[in-house]
T-cell receptor, first 117, second 113 residues
Framework: AQTVTQSQPEMSVQEAETVTLSCTYDTSESDYYLFWYKQPPSRQMILVIRQEAYKQQNATENRFSVNFQKAAKSFSLKISDSQLGDAAMYFC??????????????FGKGTKLSVKP | DSGVTQTPKHLITATGQRVTLRCSPRSGDLSVYWYQQSLDQGLQFLIQYYNGEERAKGNILERFSAQQFPDLHSELNLSSLELGDSALYFC????????????FGDGTRLSIL
């Protein structure tokens, strides 16, 4: 079974600085998707960024980028120019390539990010 | 706004009771997923429906059941409630069963007294 591990329960960053959140996963599949979701205190689950495993190029969405290392099964999230609104719980998630039983997301335990003014 | 609507937002009930959580997916989405978020278990997948049919089951208790109706809305039924069922229940939807991102509703906070 696939597993997702986030080894940093809490992280802190100064406003305008850069922070990297770590995520590792375990799978025997060769094709899959990886995601980062953000959950602010409002408790919404907001998709931040996604990466297809078959793509070597790292995904980027404005200030958010990932470092995807397929061989190492690592998928870290880098937040540049951190803003107060980035303070939230961040979840790394895995989903298998094709439908059926592999359609659901498997989540890590999350990393709570605090942003200091 | 994700386009996924969950009702109610909060639900308070007692042990042994039965409740129904409702989810309306985004327009055009055929897949509905239910997740449970609790302090001790984290975010766990419960069950998935695709176009009215059950597609996958996760860590869903036998006391829990779900269905997806012809208009694609879904209901999660929780019965014989226990204190440990207190959690945030999310519904998510996507266009297909696998390749598209899942968009989450705001969740239903269930508190068992």
């Amino acid at each position: 079974a696939q597993t997702v591990t986030q080894s940093q329960p809490e992280m802190s960053v100064q406003e305008a600085e850069t922070v990297t959140l770590s995520c590792t996963y375990d799978t025997s599949e060769s094709d899959y998707y990886l995601f980062w979701y953000k959950q602010p205190p409002s408790r919404q689950m907001i998709l931040v960024i996604r990466q297809e495993a078959y793509k070597q190029q790292n995904a980027t969405e404005n200030r958010f980028s990932v470092n995807f290392q397929k061989a190492a099964k690592s998928f870290s999230l880098k937040i540049s120019d951190s803003q107060l609104g980035d303070a939230a719980m961040y979840f790394c998630a895995y989903r298998g390539w094709d439908g059926g039983s592999q359609g659901n997301l498997i989540f890590g335990k999350g990393t709570k990010l605090s942003v200091k003014p | 706004d994700s386009g996924v609507t969950q009702t109610p937002k909060h639900l308070i009930t007692a042990t042994g009771q039965r409740v129904t959580l409702r989810c309306s997916p985004r327009s055009g989405d055929l897949s509905v997923y239910w997740y449970q978020q609790s302090l001790d278990q984290g975010l766990q997948f419960l069950i998935q429906y695709y176009n009215g049919e059950e597609r996958a089951k996760g860590n869903i208790l036998e006391r829990f059941s779900a269905q997806q109706f012809p208009d694609l809305h879904s209901e999660l039924n929780l019965s014989s409630l226990e204190l440990g069922d207190s959690a945030l229940y999310f519904c998510a939807s996507s266009v297909g069963s696998s390749n598209q991102p899942q968009h989450f509703g705001d969740g239903t906070r269930l508190s068992i007294l």
